[in-house]
C-alpha cells in the first residue's frame, strides 16, 4: 500500500461524507425515534453515562464560577474520589464539553445529540485515513460505510458511548505514525497520543497496543531496508514522552486509582483455557451478520457482506498486501485464545474489545478490492466465486444448527454484491463504482436498522421510551424522599431483587440528592471490596460493591442506612430487616388481574400495591467514637456473621501500635450456630460436602431440628438467620454424562405402557442445547427457600465481562424472623454436576444487647459534623483514649487535624477512616486530596515546559531550513 502524504482536493469528499452520514445516521437512529425509544440505554447509560455526565456539566460550571475542584462525593455511594469516578467516564471525553453548549434541563438531548456526533466523527476520521491512499471518492465512501456500520459501533454508539472514540483516535494514530516512518514531523503523532492518554486509561492500554503492533508490522512489511533507525526511534520517543507528561495531570491519578480499585486481582480470563464450542462455531457467521447485538466475548465483527469477499481477495494476493494479510491472520488467531482477550483487557475477562483495532484493515480490504474490481481476471472472479459458495455452504449449517433467521439479510447481500461483482466484470453496469457503493449503504442501512428493530431480540426494547428517564429519575422511590429533610447525614437503600421502578436494574443514585449506598462504578475502592468480601455480602461484585448488602441488618445499620424504600408487589417485599418499621406509603392501587385471590368475597381481600418507606432508629452515625477495639487475631477466627456482630462492639484498625490506652473488646457475638440435616425428596440424607446432582427434578430440604424445640424457638426470638458457606465447589458433569443422565431421568419418567423413547433423537436435541449453551461451565446457582421468598447464590458464567466473580464461599441471609423460625428450608442447585459444600446455618440474635451498643454508638457520634468542599469536620469530647471511626470508605487521599494539628489517618474495620483520639475536647477535620494529583501536575507542567521549548527549536529550525 502506497501511503502518500499529497495534497489532494477534498472538500468534495467531505461533503459527499457528510451526505452519506445523514443517510446512515437515520439508519441506525431513526429506528428508536420512529418506535418511540430514544438513545438511552435502560443499563449502563441510565446507571452511569447519562447521570455522570450530568453531574460533570455541573461540576463544570461551579468550577467555572467559583474555581474550586471538588474531589469527593458523598453521594457516589458511600462516598467516592469523584476523580476516579469522571476520570473513566467523562473528564478526558473532548465530546463531554458539548453538553455546555446545553441547559441542563435539556440534557438528555445533549447526550443523544453528542452519541451522534461522535458517530459522525468515526466516519470522518477513516475519510481523513484512507484520502492519503489512491482511492478515488466513492471508494473511500464505501470503506467509511463499512467502518462506520458494525456490530461493534452499533452496540457502542447506544450502550458504552466512549468505546465509539477509539475508532476516531486509532486511524489518526496510523496516519501519524506514517509520517514519521516517511520522515515527517513527530509533532502530529505526540497530539494524538496525548488525546489518546487522556481519553481513557483502558481505551489508552488497547489503543497503545495497537498502535505498537502496527509500528512493528509496518516497518516489517515495508520499511524495512530504507528506514533511518535512528532519526524514527528518536521521533517516536520525542511524540511517547511529550504526550505522557503532559497528559500526567489525568494519568498519575488514573493509574494510582485502577491500583487501589477492586479492578486488581481477577481471576485470569475468568478460568478460561478456550472458548466454548458455540463460539467456534459461530465466529465465522458473525464477520457479516452486522445486525447482531449479542457478542460472544465481545467478539462482534458484524461488517457489510461485501467485506467477505474483500478478505477473500486480499488473501489472493498476500505478498502485494503483506500488512492486511498478517494482522488480519493474527487477529483471527488472537480471536480464538481468551488468553489475549484478557491480556488487552487488563488481566481481567476475556472481553474481545480490542476487536475495534481491526475494523480499520477490514475497512481497507474493501477499499482496495472497491478500487480493482474492474481489472479482477477470469481466475480472480473464479477464486471469489468458490470462496463465497464454501462460505454460504457453512453459513446454511449454522443456520440449521442454531435455527436463528439473523442470517438471512446479510447472506442476501453477499449474493447480491458478488452478483453485482460479476457484472461489473461482465460490463454490464454502467457506472460500477456507483453500484458498489449503493450495495454497501444499502446492506449498512438495513444491518443498522435490522440492529435497532424492536422485534430482533430485546435490545430496542432496553432503551429508555421518550420522557422514561425524567420519569424515572423524578420518581426514584415513589415520591417518598420528598419530604425528607436534610438536616443530618444519613443513607437510604432498597431491598434485593425489589424493583421501585418497573423493568431496569437502578443502581446509581445521582439525582433524587439522597445518599445511596448501591453503586455501580467500573473504578471502586478496593478497601471496600475486601470489607465486603471478608463479611461475604452475597451481593458484592468489583463493580457494584455493596448493592442492599443482602438486606442484612447490621449491615445496613453500619452504613447509615435510615431508611429503605420497598414496592410491595416486587421481589422480597417482607425481607425487612429488624427494627425498621413503616414510616409512610404511597396510596394503595389495586391491579385486579394480577395477585389477588383467585376467589374474592369482600373488597377487602384484594391486594394493594405501595410504595413504602421504613425506617429505623438505629442507624450508625457517620462518624462515631469507640474506646475497645478488636485484635487482628481475635477478628480473623470469626465468621463473616460473627465479623458484622461485633462492629457495634469495638473496632479493627489496621494500625494497632498507635492505640495508646485502649483495651481489648470482649467479643460476644451472640451468634448461634444450628445443626442442620440436608434430606432430598427421595427421603434420603445428603452429605453436602458430596452432593452428586444427577437428577433435575430431585428437591432437598435444609432442616433444623433444634428449631422444632420451644426452648430453641423462644431463645432465639428475633433472630437474622445466615447459611454460611465456607467452601463452595462445582464440577460439571462433562457433556457425555449430562446427556446420559438427562436420558435416563427421560427413561424413568415414561410410566406409560407401549411408549418407545427416540434416543437418538433426544441425545441430539441435548446435545444441542448443550452445545447452544456452552455446557459444560461453571456457573450454578444454589437457591435457598423460605417465607420470604428466594435467597440465591450464583456462580455468573464465564462469558460474564465485566460483573463476573469466580465463587468459593458466600453468607446468603435468609431473613429476620421476629416471631418464629422456619424448621426447615428449601433447598435446590441449578444444574447437574458435583458439589462440595461446607456451610453452618447461624441465628444472629438482634436483641437489646446489640440496641444498647447502637445506642451507645449515637451518643458518642461527631457533633456539629459540617460538610465542606473536600472537608468535614465536627467535635467530640471523650472520657478515654479511642478511635473515631466512620463508614466513610478509607484512602490515602485523606488526611486529618486534631485541634488544628496534624495527626495520623487510620483505616478502620478494614475499609473505612479513622483517628485515634486521646482523652479530652476536640476538633476534628478530615480533608481529602486527589491521591498523586501534586506529581501530575508538577510532570504534566514540565511537559507543558518542554513542549514550548522545543516548539521554539521546531519553529527556528524550520526557518533556517528554508
Not at 181 to 204: I, K
Not at 370 to 385: C, G, H, R, W, Y
Not at 586 to 598: A, C, F, K, L, W
Amino acid at each position: 500500500m502506497d501511503f502518500s502524504f499529497k495534497k489532494r482536493p477534498v472538500k468534495r469528499l467531505y461533503g459527499e461524507y457528510t451526505i452519506l452520514f445523514i443517510f446512515l445516521a437515520l439508519c441506525i437512529f431513526g429506528t428508536y425515534l420512529v418506535t418511540g425509544h430514544t438513545f438511552i440505554l435502560s443499563k449502563d447509560a441510565l446507571n452511569q453515562h447519562l447521570p455522570l455526565l450530568a453531574k460533570y456539566r455541573e461540576a463544570l460550571v461551579s468550577f467555572f464560577h467559583h474555581l474550586r475542584l471538588n474531589f469527593w462525593s458523598w453521594q457516589m455511594g458511600l462516598g467516592s474520589d469523584t476523580f476516579q469516578v469522571y476520570s473513566y467516564y467523562t473528564i478526558g471525553d473532548i465530546f463531554s464539553y458539548l453538553a455546555l453548549l446545553f441547559p441542563a434541563a435539556k440534557i438528555t438531548l445533549a447526550y443523544q445529540v453528542i452519541n451522534i456526533i461522535r458517530m459522525y466523527c468515526v466516519g470522518l476520521a477513516f475519510v481523513y485515513f484512507a484520502q492519503h491512499f489512491k482511492f478515488r471518492n466513492s471508494v473511500i465512501l464505501m470503506g467509511a460505510t463499512t467502518y462506520l456500520v458494525n456490530s461493534f459501533l452499533l452496540y457502542a454508539c447506544i450502550a458504552q458511548p466512549f468505546f465509539t472514540t477509539p475508532f476516531i483516535i486509532f486511524p489518526l494514530i496510523v496516519v501519524q505514525i506514517e509520517r514519521i516512518l516517511q520522515e515527517g514531523s513527530p509533532w502530529p503523532l505526540a497530539g494524538a497520543f496525548t488525546w489518546m492518554l487522556v481519553s481513557n486509561y483502558y481505551l489508552a492500554y488497547v489503543l497503545g497496543i495497537g498502535s505498537f503492533l502496527y509500528l512493528v508490522l509496518r516497518v516489517g512489511t515495508h520499511y524495512r531496508r530504507t528506514l533511518n533507525y535512528g532519526k524514527a526511534l528518536l521521533k517516536l520517543a520525542f511524540a511517547t514522552i511529550t504526550s505522557v507528561l503532559l497528559s500526567a495531570v489525568l494519568l498519575v491519578p488514573e493509574i494510582i486509582a485502577v491500583t487501589n480499585s477492586t479492578r486488581t486481582g481477577s481471576l485470569f480470563a475468568n478460568g478460561l483455557k478456550t472458548y466454548p464450542l458455540y463460539y467456534y462455531l459461530f465466529l465465522p457467521k458473525s464477520l457479516i451478520n452486522g445486525g447482531q447485538w449479542y457478542f460472544m466475548f465481545w467478539s462482534a465483527l458484524g461488517i457489510v457482506s461485501i467485506g467477505f469477499i474483500a478478505l477473500v481477495y486480499i488473501y489472493s494476493r498476500p505478498r502485494k498486501y503483506p500488512l492486511l494479510t498478517i494482522s488480519l491472520g493474527l487477529a483471527l488467531i488472537m480471536l480464538l485464545i481468551p488468553a489475549v482477550g484478557a491480556f488487552f483487557n487488563g488481566m481481567m475477562s476475556a472481553s474481545n474489545r480490542w476487536t475495534l483495532l481491526i475494523y480499520l484493515p477490514l475497512a481497507m480490504t474493501v477499499c482496495i478490492l472497491a478500487e480493482n474490481i474492474p481489472m479482477l481476471d477470469q481466475k480472480t472472479m473464479a477464486v471469489l466465486s468458490w470462496a463465497t459458495g464454501i462460505y454460504l455452504i457453512v453459513l446454511i449449517a449454522t443456520f440449521f444448527f442454531d435455527n436463528e433467521n439473523d442470517i438471512f439479510m446479510p447472506v442476501i447481500f453477499l449474493i447480491g454484491s458478488l452478483m453485482v461483482i460479476w457484472l461489473i466484470h461482465l460490463n454490464k453496469l454502467a457506472h460500477p463504482y456507483q453500484w458498489l457503493l449503493a450495495i454497501t449503504m444499502l446492506n449498512a442501512g438495513v444491518n443498522a436498522i435490522y440492529a435497532a428493530f424492536p422485534y430482533n431480540g430485546d435490545f430496542s426494547s432496553s432503551m429508555l421510551s421518550r420522557g422514561e428517564y425524567q420519569a424515572i429519575t423524578s420518581n426514584r422511590y415513589g415520591n417518598l424522599d420528598q419530604d425528607l429533610k436534610n438536616n443530618s447525614f444519613y443513607r437510604v437503600s432498597t431491598i434485593s431483587q425489589n424493583k421501585i421502578i418497573d423493568g431496569p436494574n437502578l443502581d446509581n443514585d445521582l439525582t433524587s440528592g439522597l445518599h445511596n449506598i448501591d453503586s455501580y462504578y467500573s473504578l471502586q475502592n478496593k478497601y471496600l471490596g475486601q470489607f465486603n468480601t471478608s463479611l461475604q455480602n452475597n451481593q458484592y461484585q468489583a463493580n457494584i460493591p455493596i448493592r442492599q448488602a443482602d438486606d442484612r441488618t447490621i449491615m445496613n445499620n453500619f452504613f447509615g442506612v435510615k431508611y429503605l424504600f420497598v414496592q410491595s408487589n416486587g421481589d422480597n417485599a417482607t425481607k425487612i430487616p429488624a427494627g425498621y418499621f413503616l414510616d409512610k406509603a404511597t396510596d394503595p392501587v389495586i391491579n385486579y388481574d394480577e395477585g389477588q385471590p383467585s376467589n374474592p368475597q369482600s373488597k377487602d381481600e384484594f391486594v394493594p400495591t405501595q410504595t413504602m418507606r421504613y425506617k429505623t432508629n438505629y442507624a450508625f452515625p457517620l462518624l462515631y467514637w469507640q474506646d475497645n477495639y478488636i485484635k487482628k487475631k481475635d477478628y480473623q477466627s470469626l465468621s463473616p456473621t460473627e465479623k458484622e456482630r461485633v462492629l457495634a462492639t469495638g473496632v479493627l484498625v489496621d494500625k494497632q501500635e498507635k492505640l495508646r490506652g485502649m483495651k481489648a473488646a470482649k467479643l460476644k457475638t451472640h451468634v448461634y450456630p444450628l445443626k442442620s440435616e440436608l434430606v432430598s425428596n427421595r427421603l434420603n440424607k445428603v452429605n453436602p460436602a458430596k452432593l452428586t446432582y444427577t437428577d433435575s427434578e430431585e428437591t432437598y430440604q435444609l432442616q433444623l431440628p433444634e428449631l422444632q424445640s420451644k426452648k430453641m424457638q423462644q431463645k432465639l426470638k428475633g433472630s437474622e438467620l445466615h447459611i454460611e458457606f465456607s467452601k463452595i465447589k462445582y464440577i460439571p458433569f462433562s457433556m457425555k454424562e449430562q446427556i446420559a443422565y438427562e436420558q435416563a431421568h427421560l427413561k424413568e419418567t415414561v410410566l406409560n405402557p407401549g411408549n418407545v423413547i427416540n434416543q437418538r433423537y433426544t441425545h441430539y436435541r441435548y446435545w444441542r442445547y448443550h452445545v447452544l449453551n456452552g455446557s459444560p461451565d461453571i456457573s450454578f446457582k444454589l437457591n435457598i427457600g423460605s417465607k420470604f421468598g428466594t435467597a440465591t447464590i450464583e456462580q455468573a458464567r464465564q462469558s460474564t465481562l465485566s460483573l463476573f466473580k469466580h465463587v468459593t464461599n458466600s453468607t446468603l441471609n435468609i431473613g429476620y424472623y421476629d416471631g418464629k423460625l422456619p424448621t426447615s428450608l428449601t433447598f435446590q442447585p441449578s444444574k447437574l454436576g458435583t458439589y462440595e459444600l461446607k456451610y453452618r446455618v447461624v441465628a444472629e440474635k438482634l436483641d437489646n444487647n446489640y440496641y444498647r451498643e447502637v445506642k451507645t454508638l449515637q451518643r458518642h457520634r461527631l457533633e456539629n459534623v459540617k460538610f465542606k468542599r473536600n472537608q468535614v469536620q465536627g467535635m467530640i469530647k471523650t472520657t478515654r483514649p479511642g478511635v473515631l471511626t466512620s463508614s466513610i470508605p478509607y484512602s490515602t487521599g485523606w488526611s486529618v487535624k486534631v485541634n488544628g494539628k496534624k495527626a495520623t489517618t487510620l483505616r478502620t474495620n478494614q475499609a473505612f477512616l479513622g483517628v485515634y483520639l486521646p482523652a479530652g475536647t476536640h476538633h476534628v477535620t478530615f480533608s481529602y486530596e486527589l491521591p498523586g494529583i501534586k506529581l501530575g501536575v508538577l510532570l504534566s507542567l514540565i511537559g507543558l515546559g518542554w513542549t514550548i521549548f522545543a516548539g521554539i527549536i521546531t519553529i527556528g529550525w524550520e526557518r533556517k531550513r528554508k
